[in-house]
Structures are given as structure tokens and as C-alpha cells.
């Protein structure tokens, strides 16, 4: 995978360190306007999520209400309806972007890179096709903004 150079991320690798509690848990707590701004879709077991800070444009997570570390951690219904928002996700951003490639997977535990390591979660990232993927490595500014993004990939979604 080709990853652009990313200097708006580091907000979230600095802020992580001293992160209390779950990322996702606490999300899922907060104000519902609040999460309206990152979530997409929510399923019976699981949500597909806008990652705040994005390696590109479209950045999804499909991650599942129940907090566990581990797929084997969760019941077949929880892993298989967080594998179909995994499609669910591919399906948005091949659509929304014209995609040249979507990566998928998911880093089981801090030693594999996971930043938010005690939840499980599946990344769904989109290299776009164009001038966008072209902003993208530059690294500049995200090519998009998050609040873009969420309109966009929402009326796909709507119309789906």
C-alpha cells in the first residue's frame, strides 16, 4: 500500500498517548450531534465510521458496538455484520471516488500498529483516482474535509 505523507495524523498520534478510556466506547456515549459528524451507518452489531484523521479522503472504519480486542473475541454475528459494513465501505468509496484501490484490514493490538488497541476495528481506505490522490501525496492539507467527505459518501449511501 502506498501511503501519503500524512502530517495531519500527527494531532492524533500525539493526543493518543494520554487518551483516556476507549475511543469508540466513548464515542458511541457521546451527543448524538457529535457522532452524526463521524458516523455513517449504524447496523444492529456493529458502525461504520469517517476516521478523523484520515490517510485519505473517505478513511471508513467498520467497527463493532461490543468492546473486544480480538476477532475471536466476538460472536459470528458481530464479526460477520462488521465484515459486510467492511463491503458496505468498499461499495461507498469505490463509488464516491472513482477508486484505483481500497485497502481493508485491521491491526490486532498495539504491537501491530493498532491505535486504538483494546477495540477492535477494521480500516477501509480508498486511493482515489485523479487529482485528488495526487493531493493526497503531497501531503499539503487533507484533500478533503472530513465534513466533505461525510456529505459525499451520505447521499451515496442515501441513494444506495
Known sequence: MEIPHTPWRREFVV?????KGCLFCNLLAADEADTNKLILHRAAHAFLILNAYPYTPGHLMAVPYRHAARTTDLA???????????CLGEKLLRRAYGCL???GGANLGAAAGAGVPG????HIVAQPAGPLWERCKSGAAPPESLEQTHQRLRQILAAM
Open 15 to 19: 493526543a493518543a498517548r494520554d487518551y
Open 76 to 86: 459470528p454475528e458481530e464479526l460477520r455484520e462488521a465484515l459486510d459494513l467492511c
Open 101 to 103: 484501490k481500497v485497502h
Open 119 to 122: 477495540h477492535l476495528h477494521f
